[in-house]
């Protein structure tokens, strides 16, 4: 498939590329759950449609597919058909997305059209940190603990900074070998600096070995935060940024 005029626009932009299959979907539900409009284009590039992400149907929960809804301008509904490679580009919150794709097949529902496409093999999602991330020094306590539900043997490790977005944690490699970005952990205990622990739901972002590959630098971002413990996060940081503007007093 040739390049489109919008696809560079993600070029110029800190972007990651989402491959795992469950993250994809999930990127996609939230889409939909949005109400995001999309921009299609076809291979050929001669036209841009808009569309949106149809709510998923019982025999799209095996992540093969998903659903898209009429084309506008209508005229789309026909010309693109089966087998059909397009572009999908819109944003959502503010950032933008890309992927490519190809539909499936061609359908209506008394009489307004919608159509299913194959769930692509990655999406371009650009990355924008408005969260201020502060370092947190090894000499200071701020663990933090993994796991699917409160559990004998979770997870364990040091955090290494915080925002209100998320943080990244070392952990032992041999303890981090079975997480991988995209998998959610219901259960994530924070020791904030100042303020306590908290406990929520997170997601794994990235997982990379440390050079001398005895600990593993994971980020994760929070997922359905509180507002109480929102607040703590933030409390925390400023802390943090306290304690380092002493330390570097104190080095003066």
């Not at 093969?64 to 058909?81: C, H, K, T």
């Not at 303890?175 to 306590?196: D, K, Q, T, W, Y």
């Not at 413990?229 to 940024?241: G, H, I, M, P, W």
Request: charged share 25%.
């Amino acid at each position: 498939m040739r390049p489109v005029q919008f696809e560079p626009s993600l070029h110029g932009s800190h972007y990651e590329v989402i491959t795992h299959p469950p993250r994809i979907f999930r990127l996609l539900r939230e889409i939909h759950q949005e109400r995001a409009m999309i921009t299609l284009i076809p291979e050929d590039g001669k036209q841009a449609f808009s569309t949106a992400i149809l709510e998923d149907d019982e025999q799209s929960q095996d992540h093969q597919y998903f659903m898209l809804d009429e084309f506008v301008p209508r005229e789309g509904n026909a010309s693109i058909g089966p087998h059909t490679r397009i572009w999908l580009l819109g944003q959502l919150k503010g950032v933008k997305f890309a992927f490519e794709t190809e539909i499936v097949e061609n359908s209506s529902e008394n009489g307004i059209p919608f159509h299913r496409a194959a769930l692509p093999h990655s999406i371009r999602y650009e990355q924008r940190r408005n969260s201020y991330r502060v370092s947190i020094a090894l000499g200071i306590k701020a663990g933090i603990r993994l796991g699917s539900s409160p559990m004998a043997h979770p997870l364990t490790g040091q955090l290494r900074d915080l925002s209100v977005g998320g943080v990244s944690a070392l952990l032992p490699t041999l303890n981090a070998s079975s997480i991988e970005p995209g998998v959610l952990m219901p259960h994530c205990e924070v020791e904030l600096p100042g303020e306590g622990v908290i406990v929520t739901e997170t997601e794994i972002r990235h997982v990379r070995s440390t050079t001398d590959t005895t600990n593993t630098h994971v980020g994760l971002a929070f997922r359905n935060l509180t507002a109480d413990a929102q607040r703590q996060v933030q409390r925390s940081v400023s802390y943090l940024e306290r304690e380092q503007l002493r330390k570097q007093t104190d080095d003066d």
